[in-house]
């Protein structure tokens, strides 16, 4: 059975395609989807989509369609924790989707018909996943050509914060994280599209881990060039981490 990699955006997952052994391009529900052997596993390569819902239907189609056995997230996403810095990486212990409000009825943040405010990232593939992000980050510190920040760069691992909602603004940034740190969620970062597929992933009863390189502080002092950034930085940490990971399985 296949390792799904799931990206948002075509820029992060180049290299990985590059790289792909005896490739077949499929499409199915609207998703174009490569298939192949990369470094000795059997992967199936797809773009996730941008938000919840395209995030949602990319990783049901994965599993219903391509039978993966798990599905790993790569890409990028904005810092909001304190000392997640441009240039980190973050490995999703769990997820929980801030813009989730169905209170009365239920609790903020909580998700109708779990119980639950936060959904957990399998814990064996996480740790395989923040070994190899460890690894990757210690052996390319330097090599990129590019500076994004005062100290080295570092890997976080804890709580990932997903929503339909681009945060952009410094404002909008330290209102979502001081919400969520009143309810007791200390969220390292946020993006459109991980809870999303750690709820797929839960219902099927299959594992899901997620790896997210910190391109912005998710407000408006960021300077940095994404489209470079995407290329030289996070497309090239996602290829020598999953390689990392799939040595591993």
């Not at 219902?203 to 995407?230: C, E, K, M, N």
Request: charged share 15%; proline share 3%; net charge neutral.
């Amino acid at each position: 059975m296949p390792t799904a990699i799931l990206s948002a955006l075509p820029q992060e997952q180049s290299g990985l395609l590059a790289q792909l052994q005896q490739p077949q391009h499929l499409q199915h529900a609207g998703r174009s989807v490569w298939r192949g052997t990369l470094h000795g596993q059997s992967v199936v390569l797809a773009l996730s989509g941008i938000g919840k819902v395209a995030a949602a239907t990319t990783a049901t189609a994965l599993i219903e369609r391509f039978g993966v056995a798990r599905i790993v997230f790569t890409g990028v996403a904005g810092g909001v924790g304190t000392g997640v810095q441009v240039g980190d990486v973050v490995v999703a212990q769990d997820y929980v989707q801030h813009d989730m409000d169905a209170s009365p009825l239920f609790a903020r943040w909580e998700l109708p018909g779990y119980g639950r405010q936060r959904l957990a990232c399998d814990a064996a593939l996480s740790a395989l996943l923040l070994e190899a992000a460890r690894a990757c980050v210690s052996s390319a510190e330097g090599h990129f050509g590019l500076k994004y920040q005062a100290g080295h760069p570092r890997v976080h691992y804890g709580l990932v914060a997903s929503g339909d909602r681009f945060v952009a603004s410094a404002h909008e940034a330290h209102r979502l994280r001081t919400a969520l740190l009143t309810g007791g969620h200390e969220v390292l970062a946020v993006e459109m599209e991980g809870a999303a597929v750690a709820q797929v992933c839960h219902d099927y009863g299959l594992p899901f881990a997620a790896v997210r390189t910190i391109s912005d502080r998710a407000d408006d002092s960021a300077h940095i060039d994404f489209p470079q950034f995407v290329r030289t930085v996070a497309s090239r940490y996602a290829e020598r981490i999953v390689q990392d990971l799939l040595q591993k399985l």
